[in-house]
């Protein structure tokens, strides 16, 4: 509805909204604290420093890479604090998907919440393909693509029987991950050479940063998962800001650690290419191998506990692509099927079900860095109208309750945004194809909502266009 020439989202069309979700589906049960949602937080992003980061070396050198990991701590420093604004005013499992309806209305909401699906659920099944091919390597008789659906069925049943057992699985894994990263840094660092360093630092010229922007993303890709536990979170108005909070330090410290120990060994050429010239996803290997040998048990210990940092952010994902897809299937975008939750373990358990076969068979088309990439567009298209939503909730709804708001505002979401947008530039000009394969897929996505979901959704939710 309109007045006074604004568009506004009225008391009545709010508890009309509560009535009709408590219709359709259960609540998730709350049980989070601040220490397990920093596991979630950390875990959902800590491969990303065991693996894909030291692609973005071949493209920007240490100085391009360098300045777009600068850019990313930047954007995901100044996001998470504004998101988190948003996930305490607003703290229901669809994360994006909500604050995006609420702000500009069904359309804008249904984007928002696909991009959102799509970029949790594809990346689970490009971190599963890498343990896999991680126990290949320790066992040669596993198999890969066996080994990464195995992992997939374990997990989703794990999330299945409860979030808070999944949570503090996940609080254990993500330690053991953040020790073996302390443990890298600290035989590795004691070698570091500024000479090798700063050895060929823009071998593309200042392009090569461009090029090597979504490898610096990858870092810290998934931290927004923490917005969708936040209906499950015990006390999400104080809690959801300290997970947030202090997750992101964590996240920036180990990876300015995990840059400087890798690159500074051997240069950025060691920790790319394998002996055989070849790319290699192991670069805290490599690294490792300049300053011990295969043989030492360190390096043994780098193999057997670095797989806990893959799990880590495996199962997080895991996780927080089960509370999208519930959202999307709770307020009628997708299937109501995929908004119901078990009667038992009061988890989406369906929703998991579903994220799972898309996975499996994603893990067999053999396309793992189109995957990731698919997965990072959807990631830089829900930053985007995240931030935009925040700002235009700010000027909306000014009254709402906003137990904590984000520090510097406008200065914070705005910077967030805007980096935000020239990653989006870069990806989509260094990655055309898949650019067009993405865009093409919400386009197919929002035609068929338009066709089949919107004319059908009730008039009453406050997920309808404010028109």
């Known amino acids: 509805m309109r007045k006074g020439g604004g ?44 693996f ?26 100044a996001f998470s604090f504004s998101y988190s604004e948003l996930a305490c005013a607003i703290p229901r499992a669809g994360g994006a998907l909500d604050y995006a309806s609420r702000a500009f209305g069904s359309e804008v909401g249904f984007i928002t919440g696909l991009a959102q699906v799509i970029e949790f659920v594809f990346a689970p099944p490009a971190i599963a393909i890498a343990i896999g091919t991680y126990g290949h390597s320790a066992y040669a008789p596993i198999d890969i693509h066996i080994a990464a659906v195995s992992v997939y069925v374990l997990f989703t049943a794990v999330n299945i029987f409860g979030v808070r057992a999944a949570a503090t ?28 360093f700063t050895h060929d630092p823009l071998p593309h010229g200042w392009a090569g940063a461009f090029a090597a922007l979504p490898f610096a993303i990858w870092f810290f890709l998934g931290i927004e998962g923490v917005a969708n536990v936040a209906e499950e979170t015990l006390h999400p108005q104080r809690d959801i800001t300290r997970g947030f909070g202090w997750a992101i330090l964590t996240l920036v410290l180990l990876c300015v650690l995990t840059f400087l120990a890798c690159v500074g060994v051997a240069g950025w050429n060691a920790v790319v290419y394998n002996p055989d010239h070849s790319t290699s996803d192991a670069p805290l290997l490599l690294a490792m191998g300049q300053v011990i040998p295969a043989t030492h048990w360190l390096y043994r210990l780098l193999i057997s506990i670095g797989l806990f940092g893959l799990i880590a ?33 009061a988890t989406p358990a369906t929703a998991l079900i579903a994220n799972a076969l898309v996975g499996i068979i994603a893990i067999y088309t053999g396309h793992t860095a189109a995957i990731i990439t698919l997965s990072v567009f959807g990631a830089l298209t829900l930053y985007i109208l995240a931030m935009c939503a925040l700002i235009r909730l700010r000027n909306i709804e000014p009254q709402m309750e906003r137990p904590f708001r984000v520090p510097l505002y406008p200065f914070t979401p705005i910077l967030a945004l805007v980096i935000a947008s020239l990653s989006m530039l870069a990806m989509i000009w260094y990655n055309g194809t898949l650019a067009a394969i993405y865009f093409g897929i919400v386009l197919v996505g929002y035609v068929l909502y338009r066709s089949l979901v919107k004319q059908k959704r009730p008039k009453t939710s406050i997920l309808q266009d404010n028109e």
């Open 7 to 50: 568009s506004v989202i009225s008391l009545f069309d709010n508890a009309s909204y509560l009535v009709l979700i408590m219709a359709h589906a259960s609540t998730l049960k709350p049980t989070l604290t601040p220490l397990l949602l920093w596991g979630l937080g950390v875990g959902y992003v800590v491969s990303g420093m065991y």
């Open 52 to 77: 894909g980061w030291n692609l973005g070396l071949e493209q920007g050198g240490t100085l391009g890479l360098g300045t777009a990991t600068m850019a990313a701590i930047l954007m995901y420093t």
């Open 169 to 196: 699985f996940e609080l254990i894994i993500t330690v053991l991950a953040v020790g073996e990263l302390i443990i890298f840094a600290g035989v590795t660092l004691p070698h570091f050479s500024m000479a090798q």
């Open 313 to 345: 952010s495996f199962h997080g994902l895991i996780l927080a692509s089960g509370r999208a897809t519930f959202e999307m299937g709770r307020v009628g975008y997708m299937p109501r099927w995929l908004g119901h939750v078990h009667s038992r373990y």
